[in-house]
């Protein structure tokens, strides 16, 4: 029964990847992406100034400012693996392969963090890890509840710069929570300390809810840290004893929080010339008074977050009549509402976009979602391996639970048939300018209404070998 069990999980978490690349397959593309990958004159600019020195010596504004390592991956991305796959499928093809291979990664690699973060073990073939990998996966939803819940966005742009971010935010934080949370004292060898000193370099710019998640969880995680040290030195004086407990302080943790703070409190400051914010401007107070409305939408509108909200208080309240790891797991928990408090309401200090006219939205509370979602899988699988209880109930709960998630996302819509249709009626078109029969948007937001708006799109579809010569279109 227990290698029926280990193979079933292995074939849904496999099967459910597998349907993920191909929903991601059918998407069209995004209207940022020629801009960020030739890339246009604005954004070239944040490519030639990394760390925005020019920015802080010279109150240059551009957009951007701190968003390098977004635009670097996305570009570099796009200006190879295109290429690479038409060796085996036409051009075209080869962009939205590109795309499905992007965002299949990303949400591969995401599912693997959380189960390591999950069991503290990595041990990626034994039972713990699959069945933990198999409780969240179903979560990661590409259509269904994607509106106000999704990790993975439609936007290949928005993956590169919000899910990927969040990638990269959990490998960053990922040995000092298996060191703090599942009491795994193992020391960092080189080249892990290595990579998370590239990490710390890359995180504060690669965009600015980075470096808020950075600015609160450092502190907060120092703060446990410091509190557990001094509890253990009670006959103390109070001031001494102070001293000596942040003196106790892990070397690392100490070394790698202070400098990813420090770099983000700058990309922060770097980020007020971002000439984006000033696009559309509202006052400060009007975006806090949007906030209410921003969580009202994201609570009512679709039915996984609420679920996934409800289930975390049914966890909760077994928990709490348990006994095991109860302190542990609840203190967890309070530390995320904090968390969450916190960032909800620093968030109006990002700026305003119209396309987030509440603020509150799906990418920008990613990391509350993915700390609600670590939390959910946590709880459920301390419930099902450590704590007592009418096992069938809870394990019917949640089958149901997850059949819920599946069914909202089995399906597969073909979002692009027809801006791939109007690539290849580009493609073979003799004329330098061409009208567009179809409707839909093509590598845009919206549709041109005049040529020259399609420049830098047909720039890149002539790097990709879409087209042999320059030409420009706009839709009827």
């Known amino acids: 029964m227990k290698k029926a069990a280990y193979v079933l999980l292995v074939v849904f978490i496999i099967a459910e990847i597998i349907f993920s690349f191909v929903q991601h397959y059918h998407i069209s593309l995004d209207g940022d992406l020629a801009n960020i990958v030739l890339p246009d004159p604005g954004y070239q600019k944040v490519l030639d100034d990394p760390f925005g020195v020019n920015v802080f010596l010279n109150d240059a504004v551009y957009p951007a400012t701190n968003r390098y390592f977004a635009h670097w991956f996305q570009l570099s991305y796009f200006r190879n693996m295109p290429l690479f796959l038409q060796h085996f499928t036409d051009p075209i093809n080869s962009i939205y392969l590109s795309c499905s291979i992007a965002k299949t990664g990303i949400q591969f690699m995401m599912i693997f963090l959380l189960a390591f973060f999950i069991t503290g073990s990595r041990g990626v073939f034994k039972r713990d890890f699959l069945l933990a990998s198999a409780l969240i996966t179903p979560l990661f939803q590409t259509f269904g509840y994607n509106g106000y819940m999704g990790i993975i966005d439609h936007s290949i742009t928005y993956s590169f710069f919000y899910a990927l971010a969040s ?32 990490l710390t370099f890359i995180l504060p710019f690669h965009g600015p809810l980075n470096s808020a998640v950075i600015l609160i969880v450092c502190p907060m995680i120092f703060l446990i840290k410091w509190w557990s040290n001094y509890k253990k030195l009670p006959e103390e004086k109070l001031v001494r004893r102070a001293v000596i407990a942040l003196k ?91 968390f969450s408090v916190i960032y909800l309401l620093l968030l109006p200090l990002g700026g305003y976009r119209e ?73 073979s078109s003799s004329e330098k300018e061409v009208v567009l029969e179809d409707d839909c948007n093509v590598m845009s937001w919206g549709n041109f209404k005049d040529f020259q708006s399609s420049k830098n799109n047909t720039s890149l579809l002539l790097y990709w070998g879409v087209i042999n010569e320059e030409k420009l279109y706009r839709h009827k």
């Open 167 to 198: 990638l990269l935010l959990l490998l960053f934080f990922l040995p000092f929570f298996i060191q703090g949370f599942h009491q795994k004292e193992k020391k960092l060898n080189v080249w892990s300390l290595i990579g998370l000193l590239i």
């Open 248 to 338: 106790d302080m892990p070397l690392q943790l100490s070394v790698f929080f202070v400098l990813a703070s420090v770099l983000s409190l700058y990309s922060l400051y770097i980020g007020r010339n971002n000439s984006e914010n000033f696009w559309v401007e509202v006052s400060l107070l009007e975006r806090y008074s949007r906030l209410p409305m921003g969580l009202y939408y994201q609570l009512t509108q679709k039915l996984g977050l609420p679920l996934l909200l409800g289930l975390i208080i049914i966890n909760t309240s077994i928990i709490w009549k348990g006994n095991i790891h109860k302190q542990k797991l609840v203190g967890l928990l309070k530390w995320i509402i904090l």
């Open 355 to 427: 396309y987030r006219p509440n603020i509150i939205r799906r990418d920008t509370i990613m990391p509350i979602i993915l700390a609600m979602i670590s939390f959910f899988g946590i709880s459920s699988f301390y419930i099902l391996r450590h704590i007592r209880l009418r096992k069938n109930f809870y394990y019917a709960g949640i089958i149901v639970f997850e059949i819920i998630f599946i069914a909202a996302d089995a399906k597969i819509q073909d979002h692009n048939s027809c801006e791939r249709k109007a690539l290849y009626d580009l493609a």
